[in-house]
């Protein structure tokens, strides 16, 4: 016997659902509108049409050269956090103990850089990182490598994406122990007596059964360090030079700094569409492995 359908729960979350389709739209609206039109001051705006548009998709204009080069950064430095993160929480996770005192203390010792708030982790780093004061700084320096994140390209690379490898592996890590603890013992027992090797066991039980939750981990992580901010504004404020202006910075300096607000709204823009993309394709792969799953 099938069992009845009740949609009526749908009601509770109603209001939660209209105020938070509110509080996204009218913003959106907002940006469209600005957008599509210029201003010289005092508020005034003049129609500008698809403009801004067309400049910020053609490399060859001031504002597409500008727009281009952000986005190559941030993909870079995605891209990187990635090839780090993904490898080095996996292995933390099939390296924590099962069980007992020492779970209890891994488990709080990687959630302490989760808790702490963006801003207090750039300002950590930014005295960790100094060159006098600070003791990766002064060590590096101290011991022949000339490091300098305040004059040095490469050495404020180096800082950002060392700083979001310290904040953000431990949630890889613990989603990956999440998805290790929910494989049946069984798995592991029938691995037992066919003799199989430790990394056999990953490469045959673990491994597949962690690909649904490193789906969902590359995900989350693609996208915030894709939107990241407030660090690296906070350590580097996007120097020296251009060399860490991800597009999250640029378009704050477009805004705010230049007072650019149609070119800020089509890049605001093009931006969110190129985070709803991506968010599309990781949608796709995860429901096809799910349907794949459920034909199997």
């Given amino acids: 016997m099938q069992k009845p359908v009740d949609n009526r729960a749908w009601f509770l979350v109603l209001p939660v659902f209209l105020l938070v389709a509110f509080n996204a739209i009218l913003p959106l609206m907002t940006v469209v509108n600005y957008s599509v039109q210029d201003t010289f001051g005092n508020n005034q705006f003049f129609w500008n049409g698809a403009q801004w548009y067309v400049e910020l998709l053609d490399p060859s204009s001031e504002l597409g050269g500008r727009f281009y080069a952000a986005l190559g950064r941030s993909l870079a430095f995605s891209i990187i956090i990635l090839l780090i993160e993904v490898p080095l929480g996996v292995a933390v996770a099939v390296s924590m103990p099962k069980r007992g005192a020492w779970l209890a203390l891994c488990l709080v010792v990687m959630a302490v850089p989760l808790l702490l ?32 994140y ?123 569409l190129i985070t709803l993309s991506v968010c599309w394709v990781f949608y796709t792969a995860i429901t096809t492995r799910e349907g794949n799953e459920e034909v199997a």
Avoid at 134 to 147: D, E, H, Q, R, Y
Avoid at 174 to 201: E, H, M, N, T, W
Avoid at 249 to 257: E, N
């Fill in 117 to 148: 708030p963006w801003n207090v982790v750039g300002i950590i780093w930014q005295l960790y990182a100094r060159d006098n004061i600070g003791l990766f700084g002064w060590t590096a320096n101290a011991v022949g490598i000339p490091f300098n």
């Fill in 150 to 272: 305040t004059s040095s390209a490469i050495s404020s690379w180096v800082v950002i994406v060392l700083m979001d490898v310290w904040h953000w592996t431990s949630l890889i890590a613990l989603l990956c122990y999440a998805g290790l603890r929910s494989i049946p013992d069984a798995y592991y027992q029938a691995a037992k007596i066919d003799g199989a090797s430790r990394f056999g066991v990953f490469r045959r039980i673990e491994l597949p059964k962690l690909q649904r939750v490193l789906t969902i981990g590359v995900l989350l992580r693609f996208m915030d360090s894709f939107m990241i901010y407030t660090e690296p504004f906070v350590v580097t404020g996007g120097g020296p030079g251009n060399s860490t202006t991800v597009l999250s910075i640029d378009l704050v300096k477009i805004a705010l700094g230049q007072f650019d607000l149609g070119k800020a709204g089509a890049m605001s823009i093009v931006y969110t």
